[in-house]
Nanobody, 115 residues
Framework: QVQLVESGGGLVQPGGSLRLSCAAS????????MSWHRQAPGKERELVAT????????SYADSVKGRFTISRDNAKNTVLLQMNSLAPEDTAVYYC????????WGKGTLVTVSS
């Protein structure tokens, strides 16, 4: 079955960096568009970044452009999210997503940006 397992979250100070990782299994990872989403307390889940199946095309939410980078390693069935210049408003649970016949989500990893 489809499994998405996020890791790499934690507590970081404003201006710091984190790298999130999502390990995928149970589907043809190399042929699938992958994305990261986040949900802050009291807010709706929002799309953060998307990467094409080959990694040749990426897109970002305006709020993270220039600070976050999505990448993938199709040999390791992994998608990464490098987050730099983190700000308190980046605090959220971050989810990995793949849309096949339906959306699949991991359980999420919590990122807290605070001094």
């Amino acid at each position: 079955q489809v499994q998405l397992v996020e890791s790499g979250g934690g507590l970081v100070q404003p201006g710091g960096s984190l790298r999130l990782s999502c390990a995928a299994s149970g589907f043809m990872f190399s042929g699938s568009v992958m994305s990261w989403h986040r949900q802050a307390p009291g807010k709706e889940r929002e799309l953060v970044a998307t990467i094409s199946s080959t990694g040749g095309s990426t897109s970002y939410a305006d709020s993270v452009k220039g600070r976050f980078t999505i990448s993938r390693d199709n040999a390791k069935n992994t998608v990464l999210l490098q987050m730099n210049s983190l700000a308190p408003e980046d605090t959220a649970v971050y989810y990995c997503n793949v849309k096949l016949l339906r959306n699949y989500w991991g359980k999420g990893t919590l990122v807290t940006v605070s001094s």
